[in-house]
């Protein structure tokens, strides 16, 4: 059975609201953030910056997914989970109206609209992203929470590899316009199922939240006094900066320059969560005996070669599209491996008790420089007046600097101090398959505090 239920899994069934949850958000959140909405800026005519801007929306809107930890004494953790993710699935109906409207030609106001559509979805989804996974890691008891994450990483896995799917053959059988608001419109009816799932979950007390003035003092100590955190935040900062740009722009490319259909990227998409899925797979088995360096190793190695595939793809001028399958692939191991040892890494690095801060000032950091890196590429991406839409040898410069970024973090490397054996981890189950955004869902401000010893049960 793919859901628990009463008679195959008693102690799962009173929490499988939370599982339904991460199942129908699944729908929405790879539609709306993802490379399906990058696909759909591209239809309208967006150029690079354009892409990039929407694109780097989640990333730079990390702060106020900080700030917003601050209302969970006031509002509580059902309260602000539920006033975001309430507030973004109405955001959907924005590009499934210009979806509807099928437009022949450009319009510059359309693209206007999915711009600030997009920001106001990212800004509400800050604001309930950070409660969320506390509030579930407080709700979950700590004997079945193993049991719990994995089966939600597999009920997430299952509804993007099958919903990419049948996108796939939306665009193979409708007209693009068509497919686009079905697309859009299973995202929406994802959005809402997943709230009604929200909110059956019962509400557990509300959190001491770190005050201002800790905040205050300790970021600036943290971020610049010689520390081995201090080293790997900023070890942590150019790679994040050098990737970020990957997935918009890939995508980008391949529709506007290199001929593929929309169909076929969605085939491409599915494949990274396939290396995801891998990658994830074959750590969980290893990394407590070998430690999270040598995963980081084999992300940059990875990425690296990601970047020279597709300096030799665009040096052949796009004739070699068979190389873009195993490319897709590598970039989910690649990105799978880097998350998971960054988040087995931190949880070694700092102790339990006053983690709570480094960890979100960590992604807040590189979430937010990571964001502005579309932006700024996507703007010298740009090109005016010409038949092709991506400027090629400054995309092929992004590569290069990439293969640069990848060389000089493996050498590195020996800085990283790792003591090896198992250290835990600061996130399980389905985060593991949003393998950038899940740094930023670590940040939470709350402190720590005692379990209770009995959980609700419905």
Not at 219 to 237: A, K, N
Request: aromatic share 14%; charged share 10%.
């Amino acid at each position: 059975m793919l859901f628990p239920t009463q008679s195959t899994d008693p102690d799962l069934y009173p929490h499988r609201h939370g599982l339904y949850f991460s199942f129908f958000n699944a729908f929405n959140w790879q539609v709306a953030i993802g490379t399906p909405t990058v696909l759909f800026m591209q239809q309208l005519g967006a150029d690079s910056f354009q892409v990039g801007i929407v694109f780097a929306w989640t990333f730079l809107l990390t702060p106020i997914q900080v700030l917003s930890t601050a209302l969970l004494p006031r509002l509580g953790f059902k309260r602000l989970t539920l006033l975001g993710w309430s507030a973004r699935g109405w955001c959907l109906l924005v590009p499934a109206g210009l979806s509807f409207v099928a437009p022949t030609e450009p319009v510059p106001w359309m693209i206007y609209a999915m711009i600030t559509a997009m920001f106001i979805y990212s800004f509400t989804r800050a604001l309930g992203t950070a409660s969320l996974t506390t509030w579930m890691y407080q709700l979950i008891p700590s004997s079945i929470r193993g049991r719990y994450w994995a089966t939600d990483q597999i009920l997430s896995g299952v509804a993007i590899v099958g919903s990419l799917i049948f996108y796939s053959l939306l665009f193979t059988l409708l007209p693009i316009y068509w497919a686009f608001l079905v697309q859009y419109t299973i995202a929406i009816v994802g959005a809402w199922l997943a709230y009604v799932q929200l909110n059956r979950l019962p509400d557990v007390d509300r959190p001491k939240v770190m005050s201002l003035e800790k905040i205050l003092t300790e970021t600036p100590r943290l971020v610049t006094r010689p520390s081995e955190f201090r080293t790997y935040l900023w070890m942590s900062v150019p790679l994040f900066a050098a990737i970020t740009p990957i997935a918009p722009f890939a995508a980008f490319y391949l529709k506007s320059t290199g001929g593929l259909t929309t169909a076929h990227i969605m085939m491409l998409t599915m494949l990274t969560y396939f290396g995801l899925i891998a990658a994830n797979t074959y750590m969980r088995a290893h990394m407590d005996k070998v430690g999270a360096k040598p995963f980081f190793l084999v992300s940059y190695v990875a990425h690296a070669l990601i970047a020279l595939g597709w300096i030799l793809f665009l040096y052949v001028e796009g004739r070699w599209m068979l190389m873009m399958p195993v490319i897709y692939f590598l970039q989910g191991v690649a990105s799978g491996c880097w998350t998971s040892a960054n988040l087995n890494y931190l949880a070694k690095l700092l102790p339990e008790e006053g983690r709570a801060l480094p960890v979100s000032i960590h992604g807040a950091v590189i979430t937010f420089i990571g964001g502005c890196s579309p932006v700024i590429w996507g703007l010298f991406m740009k090109t005016e007046g010409s038949t092709n839409p991506v400027n090629v040898p400054v995309f092929e410069l992004f590569f290069v600097t990439l293969v640069i970024v990848c060389l000089v973090l493996s050498l590195l490397l020996t800085r990283l101090p790792e003591k090896v054996g198992g250290g835990g981890t600061l996130l399980q189950g389905g985060w593991t398959l949003r393998p950038f955004r899940s740094v930023a869902n670590v940040i939470t401000l709350v402190e720590r505090t005692k379990e209770p010893e009995q959980r609700p049960k419905s």
